[in-house]
């Protein structure tokens, strides 16, 4: 490979087809945005249905490519897990999403995704806390987003991370609810505190009967079960009334604000409504 003089490769090796050459291009622009600290964490409010209170932000990772602007993680996640860079990717955003956190009100909580590469990592519960001491942050303020995909792995392993995290005050929740292989046993097994339902449930409320009643069926599981629901993709006045009628604990979405960077977090806590 040989850099073109304007910061992009081209690749002669004969052999190498166009899609292997465009993922290596990427992984190469990956390893050098990681030296050049392209990465940041967005963060988007999550409010409380009923008092219509913001109680944590997500960290949502985006890469600021000084040629092609704000990446969304989507374009690059997959191929960081493939390549296991998402280790050092994640624990940046852990680090820097805990260390931000640290300057909000007290009552204000971080929810950081893991990658299923990174929850196998043995290293996961040191680089947690030293996320935490290093920023100050008090364990309950942190919330780690997992996805079903990890929960089909070393069910043992699984349950001693999620156990240990837990004990350290952590808080786990359960991402993209509904669209995986969802176990309803997951929910009896696990230790979770929240479940996040899937943007595409919200997102057919208004034209989709059955996913009114898939919103009303994991609310009053939650319920149940004493487990936080929280509902991502909110995007319409309409669908956050039928949350509220459904008694869905939290709201997340456009309707309220996109992903911010952590300079405008203030602002977000003084408007409930920014978009
Ligand atoms: P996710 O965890 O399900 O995050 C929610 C995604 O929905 C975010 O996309 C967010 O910007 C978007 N979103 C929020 N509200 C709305 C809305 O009202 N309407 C619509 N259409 N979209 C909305 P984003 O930021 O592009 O992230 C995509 C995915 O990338 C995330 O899905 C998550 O799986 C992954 N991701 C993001 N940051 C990280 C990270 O730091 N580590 C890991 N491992 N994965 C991450
Ligand atoms: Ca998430
Ligand atoms: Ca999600
Ligand atoms: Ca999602």
Redesign the pocket.
Known sequence: AKADGRGTYRFFETGMDARAQARRLLEMDLRAALQRNEFQ??Y?PIREVASDRVVAF????RWNHPQRGLI???NF?PLSEETGL?IQ??EL?LRGACADAATWPDNIGVA????PV?FKNPNLIASVTEALEKSGLAARRLEL?ITESVLLQNSEATLTTLHELRAMGVRISL??FGTGYSSLSYLRSFPFDKIKID?SFVSELATRDDSVAIIRAVTGLGRSLGIVTTA????TDAQLELLRREGCTQA????FS??RPACDVAMMLDRPRLR
């Open positions: 964490p967005y988007q997500e960290a949502l990772m969304s993680p989507i996640i998402i990717l994640g955003m950081v995704n893991l990658s990174q987003e991402d993209d943007r991502e993709g909110v995007e997340q979405g456009y309707l996109q992903p």
